[in-house]
């Protein structure tokens, strides 16, 4: 993909980077793969229910997904680095397709069985952990400087509206069709993403030196946590990152337990409360510009903690659907703007030839951070209620921010 040649550069707006025309192929392909992608999880979810009874191996479905975001991370960033992208991201692309596919095949022959459902969600999650990195890696070099930070919020963005659409409309089609066409449906949708990454041309850059180009993955591996750890700012930036995550995965974690116990809703609505926090997540994108201008970083995240801490208190203590809605609009404001300042400031210190593993080590918090969270925001709410959890999280969240803004600033002194 080509410089932002075709861009109008710092245009106004929250949805300039679309003006891009690589970079909006891309976010739109990548809107639609993410969105068929969910609808596997939920399949996969689902035709776990018709091959067995175990609520232990139906879960594994979900531990089969989740397991590659900690084993392959870090790799996975470098590979980004160390090999060409454009080639990474359509093989990435190609067998993820070919991997749904089967799936889907196997589905309609009715010849699934659970050890190979649990095998090629492993396996699929692996591809796509796999292709991460070299999506963060680069968007940077798809738009203007100025314009990264809105850039990485509208990709953001997609994964929340995969997130609030996949689930209905894998929903949809299982009841029509049955699991095997959701995995069809999502073997189609990798085919975009392949598609616009054919006029991918990297920006040679300055930086990659020959000494980069046959380096060893483990060696890259290990060059790339040098590289984090003896930068000045982003060991800080990564802890942040965590130490947000770790927080704010209380509000996704428990949703669905203030959904069953206190509103008492019906999947619709389980749906509308999902698209909520999608929604609140839009809303920071279009104003972080404007606040950016106008206040340094550590007070915006700061700000941005206290609004995520008010929508899970007000969660955490309502019996209202439109108000839990709101809530969860304040907490998807608030945990996307964090994430945004944070990795958008942690991104613009990496120079090209490494982005692809530290953004990896990003990929890496952020598992961290939501995996410990979640467990322990349900084991406290298994021991009090949802939302007592809920305000522990809130107060934690906010003392923890003001804590990390004195030892860990996003902006130097």
Request: with cysteine; proline share 6%; charged share 10%.
């Amino acid at each position: 993909m080509t410089a932002p040649t075709d861009a109008a550069v710092g245009a106004p707006g929250p949805w300039s980077p679309l003006r891009v025309r690589l970079f909006r192929n891309l976010w739109l392909a990548s809107v639609v793969s993410n969105v068929g992608t969910v609808m596997h999880t939920v399949g996969a979810s689902w035709a776990a229910t018709e091959l067995t009874e175990s609520p232990t191996l139906i879960g594994l479905v979900q531990t089969a997904w989740a397991v590659p975001g900690f084993l392959v991370a870090l790799p996975a960033g470098a590979l980004a680095d160390v090999v060409d992208r454009r080639r990474l991201m359509i093989v990435t692309q190609l067998v993820s397709m070919a991997l749904a596919g089967a799936l889907a095949v196997l589905a309609g022959a009715d010849a699934l069985a659970m050890p190979v459902l649990l095998a090629f969600t492993f396996v699929l999650s692996t591809v796509l952990t796999l292709a991460a990195p070299v999506f963060m890696a680069v968007t940077p070099e798809l738009v203007d400087r100025s314009e990264l930070g809105k850039a990485i919020g509208l990709n953001v963005i997609s994964s929340n509206v995969a997130q609030s659409l996949g689930p209905a409309f894998a929903g949809v089609i299982i009841a029509i069709a049955g699991a095997g066409a959701v995995f069809a449906v999502n073997a189609a949708s990798f085919l975009g993403i392949v598609v616009v990454a054919r006029s991918y041309r990297p920006v040679p850059d300055p930086d990659r030196g020959p000494e980069h180009v046959a380096e060893p993955v483990w060696q890259a591996v290990r060059t790339g946590l040098r590289y984090v750890r003896h930068t000045p700012r982003l060991p800080g930036l990564a802890a942040r990152i965590a130490l947000s995550m770790l927080c704010t995965s209380a509000l996704v974690a428990l949703m669905p337990v203030v959904a069953r116990r206190q509103l008492d809703v019906t999947p619709s609505q389980f749906g509308l409360l999902s698209a909520a926090i999608g929604v609140g997540a839009v809303g920071a994108v279009w104003l972080l510009p404007r606040v950016n201008r106008r206040l340094p970083p550590d007070v915006v995240v700061f700000m941005a903690a206290v609004v995520w801490a008010s929508g899970a208190v007000v969660v955490g203590a309502t019996h209202s659907l439109p108000v839990a809605m709101a809530g969860l609009a304040l907490g998807g404001a608030g945990s996307m703007a964090t994430l945004n300042v944070v990795f958008t400031t942690y991104t613009e210190l990496l120079p090209s030839w490494v982005r692809g593993r530290a953004s990896s080590m990003v990929m890496l918090m952020v598992w961290l951070g939501t995996s410990v969270g979640a467990a322990a925001w349900g084991a406290i709410a298994s021991a009090t209620t949802a939302g007592t959890s809920l305000t522990v999280a809130a107060v934690s969240h906010v003392c923890l921010t003001a804590f990390a803004s004195s030892r860990l600033r996003i902006a130097p002194r």
